[in-house]
Nanobody, 124 residues
Framework: QLQLVESGGGLVQPGGSLRLSCASS??????IGWFRQAPGKEREGVSC????????NYADSVKGRFTISRDNAKNTVYLQMNSLKPEDTGVYYC???????????????????WGQGTQVTVSS
């Protein structure tokens, strides 16, 4: 089973930035999704990137603020989060799934390997 390790979370003020990383021993064949869960709320999809890197998708709530990218040579996927808002607070999880190289979707059911999560707190 693929092990995923998220890092980069922390406490940041509104308007600030964080970059999350998702690393594993081998990611190049996998589409990667980022999901988040706030206390008392359902898990929601944030963004995804296809294994080829040619396709990305974003939740409406983060479009224009978050950017997903991948470096297959480093087996790492990044989520650059700018203009952070308090409502972005939550535990962020990355997940890996096998799909066609140019496809990804922010649907939890497509992913069968999940990381342990990293906490992001946006507060003044």
């Amino acid at each position: 089973q693929l092990q995923l390790v998220e890092s980069g979370g922390g406490l940041v003020q509104p308007g600030g930035s964080l970059r999350l990383s998702c690393a594993s021993s081998r990611l190049d064949f996998y589409a990667i999704g980022w999901f988040r869960q706030a206390p008392g709320k359902e898990r929601e999809g944030v963004s995804c990137i296809s294994s080829s890197g040619l396709s990305t998708n974003y939740a409406d709530s983060v479009k224009g603020r978050f950017t997903i990218s991948r470096d297959n040579a480093k087996n790492t996927v990044y989520l650059q989060m700018n203009s952070l808002k308090p409502e972005d607070t939550g535990v962020y999880y990355c997940a890996a799934g096998t799909t066609s190289p140019r496809f990804c979707a922010v649907l939890a059911g497509l992913y069968d390997n999940w990381g342990q999560g990293t906490q992001v707190t946006v507060s003044s």
